[in-house]
């Protein structure tokens, strides 16, 4: 075994029951395989920060902002705390929803890992079946042959195979998700660390693809497993609750063009955009606020701005937001 003096990031917000569970699954961990847990309570309005000050754990400890700042923003501020506050080498990040299957910490703490900046688990939902939103990423975009293949051959080219999942060795990716994430100290000092801006979406993407690319390739270990019990998927639509509409549609400039560049992710952008638009109609009675969304989005989007606060972007679900 290698010594990897561990500790976990949790970002939660007004969930205080799906916290409740990941807590419990990580307290069962041996202190051994896990030295800390932070939780980051992104302002919670339901009684989570009460109820965190109940428990009594020496190996927990919570860091509670003065606003919600979103996934990234919490992602962003633990990571900052962990690396700057304790002794931690590696931090494992993860949703208030999604949690370690028994044993992923021992698993992780089992074999050499500093071949690699950044490690990714095996996510699936409850049921075992493969998560998608936390599939791990292949970058594609080498190249301009192998950047049109990708955009011929859509989606599948972008994430690893399912066959991996089911694999006994390690392989390399290029980046991840936020669930089941294992983040060196190299990974921050290489990196930096996620813009917390993007609110939601994007920002593992966008960290996880540059971390791959600034630090070589990263590791996928099939034998390390998180189950992610979430309720909903960004992958069909109308989107709920309606004001993600504007961080999916914003946060994909970004991403767009760092993988293909400034004008091909651009272009990319304004294509998918259109498509975006014709979606109104499934929105029904708010296809107005919809529109006003997505017409936000766009224009910050191009203009590659991340200064929109969250209560200026639900403020547009009413029409009452100020406009640019």
């Not at 294509?271 to 708010?286: E, I, K, N, P, S």
Request: glycine share 10%; charged share 25%; with cysteine.
């Amino acid at each position: 075994m290698t010594e990897t003096r561990l500790w976990a990031v949790v970002v939660t917000f007004d969930r205080r029951d799906l916290l409740a569970v990941t807590l419990r699954r990580l307290l069962e961990s041996d202190p051994v395989d896990l030295a800390g847990i932070l939780v980051v309570d992104n302002a919670s309005t339901d009684g989570t920060g009460a109820w965190l000050a109940g428990l009594k754990d020496p190996r927990l400890r919570v860091l509670t902002l003065s606003r919600n700042q979103g996934g990234a923003g919490g992602f962003e501020a633990g990571l900052r705390h962990v690396m700057e506050k304790t002794d931690a080498r590696w931090v494992c990040l993860m949703d208030d929803d999604a949690r370690p299957v028994a044993g992923a910490f021992a698993r992780f703490r089992a074999r050499r890992r500093e071949d690699r900046a950044a490690w990714f688990a095996a996510v699936t939902y409850p049921d075992g079946a493969i998560c998608e939103m936390n599939r791990p990423l292949l970058d594609p975009f080498g190249n301009a042959r192998s950047t049109i293949a990708a955009l011929i051959r859509g989606r599948e080219t972008f994430h690893l195979s399912p066959d991996a999942f089911r694999a006994s060795d390690p392989v390399d990716i290029d980046g991840g998700s936020f669930v089941g994430a294992f983040l060196s100290r190299r990974a921050v000092e290489v990196a930096g660390y996620p813009d917390g801006r993007f609110f939601i979406y994007g920002d593992d993407t966008t960290y996880t693809l540059r971390l791959g690319r600034l630090a070589g390739p990263l590791g996928f270990d099939p034998a390390i497993r998180f189950e992610h019990d979430c309720g909903t998927t960004i992958a069909g639509t109308p989107v709920r609750p309606l004001w993600k509409v504007f961080y999916l549609y914003r946060n994909r400039a970004m991403v767009y063009r760092q993988t293909v560049g400034r004008a091909l992710g651009t272009a990319i952008y304004l294509g998918l955009g259109a498509v975006w638009r014709l979606r109104a109609g499934r929105y029904g009675t708010d296809r107005a606020a919809y529109l006003r969304l997505w017409r936000a989005a766009m224009s910050d989007g191009l203009a590659g701005r991340l200064d929109r606060d969250f209560d200026a972007v639900r403020a547009l679900i009413s029409g009452s937001g100020p406009g640019r």
